[in-house]
């Protein structure tokens, strides 16, 4: 009978414990090592994208030991956030305001004001984002000005300044702006307005 080393029989115990006490001839199997399955807690879902996905992060989980697979990912319908325009009636007179997509040659506002006094502002809110015409008209001398082809991104805010051409904060570069209606921009008191 050949005797062991101490290493090599120690080597032999290692191996023994490895493959669960059973020695490589005696038939027995290798132990497996069982996780549990995990039990997450999520932040909240962070805003819909506009590629349609929205995400979230583990903040924690249970048991230590635990495998398994997270949700950080699902699929949302993006609605993109409404631009507005302000507009200040800087004009001699009180003004209704038409907001319309530029494609809709009949004018059908997509929103419309009520009379907007002078001197004050009024916002016109919730605009899809798109391309849009606007027009201003005096409630009283017929005047009447359009902007046309507006860009209003996602969450938007534009300004219009409502004014009579020519005077001082009613031009953009020392040009009046496109007026139309019963005015031009030769004639006093026209109604303007400037897009910021």
């Known amino acids: 009978m050949t005797k062991l080393s101490p290493v090599a029989l120690a080597i032999g115990m290692v191996f023994l414990a490895a493959c669960g006490g059973q020695s490589s001839n005696g038939g027995g199997s290798a132990a ?5 399955a995990c039990t997450y807690v999520y932040s909240g879902w962070d805003a819909c994208q506009p590629d349609g996905t929205q995400t979230r992060s583990v903040t924690s989980f249970t048991p230590a030991d635990c495998l398994g697979t997270p949700i950080l990912s699902q699929s949302c319908t993006y609605v993109p956030a409404p631009a507005q325009l302000v507009v200040k009636n800087n004009y001699l007179n009180a003004i209704n305001v038409w907001v319309a997509l530029s494609s809709d040659p009949t004018w059908g506002p997509v929103q419309n004001s009520a009379p907007i006094a002078v001197g004050t502002t009024f916002t016109l809110g919730n605009i899809p984002p798109g391309t849009y015409d606007l027009r201003a008209a005096s409630t009283t001398d017929g005047q009447s ?6 860009i209003f991104a996602a969450g938007q805010t534009r300004t219009w300044n409502i004014c009579v051409v020519g005077t001082t904060g009613c031009s953009v570069n020392g040009a009046p702006s496109l007026v139309q209606g019963q005015g031009s921009p030769e004639l006093t008191n026209s109604l303007g307005g400037i897009i910021e």
């Open 32 to 36: 497996v090592t069982t996780h549990p």
């Open 145 to 150: 000005t359009t902007s046309l082809g507006v």
